[in-house]
């Protein structure tokens, strides 16, 4: 399906969506970059990688799992899960055991280190929200949230018809 070109006061819907598409980007580079990471991270004073991060906060919400499960959960590569895995683990940050189902598949889980860590962290990134945000009204702050919200399942649902796309041809 082509973008719409029709033009309201001399702007087209695909100007509006390139705009758009712009300003997600650019919101996505700075909020999950190098810099934010290390302000947040130093804030929560915990000196973790980003992988590492992105780890204990799956594991917070997950609870214990399986290695292999944790790619899909972040969205990182197995051989860096294993890697982060591992220095999570000498750090006391993570719990690894033998899954009782299947011997061979390890689960991984927070140790109490790990979940004060991603508590930090979290609480790092609240006060971090609360200070860019400060000026918003509750509404303006409500509505921006159901927005993206909407925005988040669109581009979610348009990935999804992209990859069943590119499965068929």
């Known amino acids: ?15 509006d969506l390139r705009k758009l598409d712009q300003a ?35 594991l917070q919400s997950s609870g214990p799992v399986r290695l292999s499960s944790l790619a899909r959960l972040t969205g990182l590569e197995a051989p860096l899960i294993s890697r982060e895995i591992k220095e999570l683990g000498d750090d006391g940050y993570v719990v690894r055991s ?22 930090r962290y979290r609480h790092a990134a609240d006060d971090i929200n609360a200070e860019t945000f400060s000026d918003w009204s509750s509404d303006d702050l409500r509505t921006l949230r159901v927005l993206l919200e909407r925005v988040a399942r669109d581009v979610a649902k348009g990935s999804s018809i992209f990859q069943r796309q590119s499965k068929a041809s």
């Open 1 to 15: 399906m082509r973008a719409d070109r029709a033009t309201v006061r001399g702007v087209s819907r695909v100007d």
């Open 24 to 58: 997600l980007s650019r919101i996505n580079r700075i909020s999950t970059g190098r810099v934010s990471a290390r302000n947040r991270s130093e804030r929560a004073g915990i000196l973790l990688s980003r992988p590492a991060i992105s780890i204990l906060g799956a």
């Open 98 to 119: 033998s899954d009782p189902t299947d011997g061979r598949a390890g689960i991984v889980e927070l140790s109490p280190k790990g979940s004060d860590a991603w508590n």
